[in-house]
RNA sequence: CGGGACGUAGCGCAGCUUGGUAGCGCACAUGGCUGGGGGUCAUGUGGUCGCGGGUUCAAAUCCCGCCGUCCCGACCA
């Protein structure tokens, strides 16, 4: 039994000056947590009960799907991480070291090395697999910016899962083990979340999901549709388009349009001219980007931006990618700023990406090469080819759902888990083989599955908490019961320790306000600050033989008779 | 890395403009009153004023440098 007046715990009356979201502020001001550094944090009693808990029901889901658990230290030689040159493609977010005979080492961001290594150490046939592994881990990575408190700190913890399988089919297999095993950790954690649609990218592999828990103060931006359930990252998100049905244009046009470097400009030089009807829409942006040393032009209807972590997204193997700077449009004297146009683009040697908007047939009015010229009826297919769809344009609330049509908002959340398809990168790299039932050796295809276990305790914070504190689900709460005692006579302690050893002998853990020195007032704010699920008062009305009792989540309140209280919270926690 | 703000007691803040005994609230200690909503009165404890240098008879305060922290952006899983 926790007792308050021997817990190693103050709260906090004032929000702390470097807190900004709730669980934050709610989780220092609680005594839950204290920061050491940016982004680091040391967990006092409440807290670490919290984590455990939180860590527990993941233990106890990972289990039951039948994966196992193993752990690795954190402190990591180099060597395993050159192998697959992530030593060198994690840059400064590696937090390194040497030891005293000027060796290199890295404090763990992620293991899949390691876990690789190890396999390939015990396991060397196809009869082995497919096999899952997984570690309950501290991380570290030295973020730019950790920010929200423990949401995003540069030490935190993780589950991570690896799946190891001989073939494709298998990891599909493991990689649904993984869905269903989430979906029940996360309801258990008591989490509102949406599955959401990502991109493997760079990592290769084919399939990715987030799990994002909505919140308003998430980092995470994703797009939803309310109707028919479909969910994507951004970057994933998928554009709705239908064949070009309209007539086929008159040849191109060239027309003088001074003036008109911006699509706005141009739209207003078109419609004085023609005496209106133009829209941004109806005209073609092209946008120079630098892939990778590469120029390349990416077309996007006039009245959207490019979202460059879109194009990067689906652009796979290039690894820098920026737009088009002063320096670069002095290099290429025939690209010219304001005017560029897709129909030249053979001839300038340009690669030429358009957004799926862009489709076959349709005509646009667009730079026509030359300064202070445009061109219109500029068609795809006819007057331009491309090389490629690519997903470039900007997302918007309000687009259309590619599955149902439906208009689709665009939320804010966490990011509490992330499950992916690695394939054969991390094997191959390090030489994960096994024998198959030929003899034949085959490179092992793998998964990779996490779970923010500290970040969990933060998006459960904001998920639930209201204006007067923290609200736990039961399942993670320090205590099931906080019980209080008040007053200046004996009886309601002497009543209440009894109910606290009852509940306890139950298996029903307590928090037990048994301060002598606190008023009334300050114990309900404890209480409520510190937001186990169920509250129950020992005080004023014990005289007439009752207690009362409060449900946290939505503070309702009631008296019960003292005889059922036991019981009463019993079945309140079934 | 770019822009902005901040650093004074465990926490939240004032003092700095105009240099001269370091202050308030919470928390903490002792005692009294109070005892169902962070109550109240009294008396206390607690400070390298982020660090280093400079100016000055004298620096929390002015000047220079550094470090740290938070926010926005870029970046990242």
Known sequence: MLRMSTLFLRTLRDDPSDAEVASHKLLVRAGYVRRIAAGIYSWLPLGYITLRN??????????????????????????????????????PDLFRLKDRKDGDYLLGPTHEEMFTLMVKGEYSSYKDLPLVIYQIQTKFRDETRPRSGIIRGREFVM??????????????????????????????????????????????????EEFLAPCPTGEDTYVLCEKCGYAANVEAMK??????????????????????????SLVDVMNERFGGGYKASDTLKNVLLMADGEAISVLVPGDREVDLKRVAANLPGVVDLRLFDDEDFAKRKELVKGYVGPQDAKRFGLKL????????GS?????????????????????????????AAEVRAGDECPECSHPVIIDRAIEIGH??????????????????????????????????????????????????????????????????ATGKEEAPFTEAEKVALALESSGITVLFDDRRDASPGVKFKDAELIGNPIILIFGKSLADGKVELRIRKGNEKREVPLQSVITEVISLLS
Do not use: C
Not at 59 to 74: I, K, L, N, T
């Open 54 to 91: 939180i860590e527990r029901v993941i233990r106890e889901e990972m289990d039951r799907a039948g994966f196992q658990e193993v752990h690795f230290p954190s402190l990591l030689p180099k060597e395993p991480y050159e192998a697959t040159n992530r030593w060198n493609e994690y840059g």
């Open 159 to 208: 589950k991570d899962s690896y799946s190891f399988d001989l073939d494709d089919e298998g990891l599909a297999k493991s990689y649904e083990r993984h869905r269903d095993a989430y979906i029940k950790t996360f309801n258990r954690l008591g989490l509102r979340f949406n599955i959401v649609s990502a991109m493997s990218g760079a990592m290769g592999g084919s399939r990715s």
């Open 239 to 264: 554009t709705k388009v239908s064949p070009y049905s309209g007539e086929t244009p008159a040849a191109i046009e060239e027309l003088d349009t001074p003036n008109t470097p911006t699509i706005d």
């Open 353 to 360: 990406y358009a957004d799926p908007r862009i489709v076959v």
């Open 363 to 391: 005509h646009w009015i667009t730079g026509a090469n030359k300064l202070n010229r445009h061109a219109r009826y500029v068609t795809h297919g006819r007057d331009f080819q491309v090389d490629g769809f690519i997903e």
């Open 419 to 484: 499950i992916f398809q690695l394939g054969r990168k991390y094997a191959q790299a390090l030489d994960l083989t096994v024998l198959d039932h030929e003899g034949k050796s085959q490179v092992v295809t793998m998964g990779s599955y996490g779970i923010g276990v500290s970040r969990a305790v933060a998006a459960v914070a904001e998920q639930t908490h209201d204006e007067l504190g923290l609200s736990w689900p039961i399942e993670i709460a320090p205590a099931k019961v906080h019980i209080v």
